[in-house]
């Protein structure tokens, strides 16, 4: 696999010198201006998309990053750098202390509501035509226009809170000024957000919804996911299998890079503009 340095990043695309015995990636390998490999991935990116029947995003922490709300993996400014993910991410944490738990999602909450979207959650919200699967549980895409129906989020959301026994009970939360520690009004258990921790089983609709959309698309774009999470992860594959163009956009390799057509590595809100710049291609029937 050849990369090649751009500027201060790199971008990858297929590359037919990949079969070379000193197919080895140094910095300084770089053959032809940046500049001019750069605009290639791009526009072969933008070629595929502008061809595609049915396009997909897939995208994780990375869309929204720009936005200011925190990863997870990041190193230093990803949340799991400075909060222990079982403590404050499952539900043993919330069953050890409940109003920690709690206390921490309130904080990330207003932070959500400050934010605004980006240009990367403007363009995707802008082409109609796009299915979207996030594993993102802010709503910035929803507050970019994007149309509720063509969302899948398979890790929930943080503007509702549910019943932690699955009574059934869900109410939305003022993301402002989010509640604290209560009992659900139907059953007495804790309330809690409505996200999919550590251990738990994504929602058997939007994985469903999800599964199939990876089955039958023609191109997935892949944003700002470490891609280490699963069973989201493995949607990646389950598109690739099927025989979907896999575009990644992320500021550096991750766990989809390997499967990726083109791969280009930058800020999404820098590139996902640029990509979906083109007009729709033949549009999802
Ligand atoms: C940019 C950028 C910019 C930055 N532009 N890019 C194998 C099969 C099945 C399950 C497992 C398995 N192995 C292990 C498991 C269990 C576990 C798991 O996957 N663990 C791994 C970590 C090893 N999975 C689960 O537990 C899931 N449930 C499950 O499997 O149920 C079945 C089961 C039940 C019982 C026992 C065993 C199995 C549930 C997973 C739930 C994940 N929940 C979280 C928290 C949500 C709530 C909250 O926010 O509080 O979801 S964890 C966190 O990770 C969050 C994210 O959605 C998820 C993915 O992270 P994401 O989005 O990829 O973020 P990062 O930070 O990792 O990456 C950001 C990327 O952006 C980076 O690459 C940057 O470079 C890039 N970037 N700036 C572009 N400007």
Sequence with gaps: MTRIAIGSGMMRGNDSRRDSPNDLWTPGAVTMPPEKNHQESL??????LAGSAGTVSFSGAGLSAESGIATFRDAQTGLW????????ASAEGFARD???VTEWYRDRRRAIARAAPNPAHRALAAREEIEHITQNIDDLLLRAGADPARIVSLHGTMTRDRCHRHCGYEEEVDMRDPPGVRPCPQCGEELRPSVVWFGEMLPAEAWEKADWLCRSCEVLLVIGTSAVVYPAAALISVAHDAGAKIIVVNTQSSDASALADVEIIGRAGEIVPKLLQSPPGRGRA
Excluded at 81 to 88: G, Q, S, V
Aim: aromatic share 6%.
């Design 81 to 88: 750098a400075r909060f222990d993910p079982m403590t404050l």
């Design 98 to 100: 409940p109003g920690l």
């Design 43 to 48: 526009e072969e990116a933008r070629s595929l």
